[in-house]
């Protein structure tokens, strides 16, 4: 979520794939498109939609963490991360 935030706020993020020496690269090239790069062993770059790139991210992220709250219940709590989604969803539309 934070690399959704940084390319709304920013104009581009980055982070690296967990666990690997692989960085996503995210940049506005325009007001409807990104650049979506991935840097590992190669670099492999796509220009998409923004808006439905960054909805199907977001999707995913909300589908994981109301999972985790299903699944774990009082066990964690990830109301913080649920409403920041709904944030980026409305700042999306």
Known sequence: MNLIDDVLQKGEGSVY???????????LTSK???LFSI???EISSF???K?????????GAEQFFT???NTFDSDC???????RIDRLKQELQ
Not at 17 to 27: C, Y
């Open 17 to 27: 794939f967990p666990d690997q020496p692989v960085k996503i690269i995210l940049r």
């Open 32 to 34: 409807e498109l990104l």
């Open 39 to 41: 840097e590992g062993s």
């Open 47 to 49: 220009v998409l939609p």
């Open 51 to 59: 808006n439905d790139f960054l909805i199907a991210l977001i999707q």
């Open 67 to 69: 999972c985790m709250t």
């Open 77 to 83: 709590d990830y109301s913080y991360e649920l409403e």
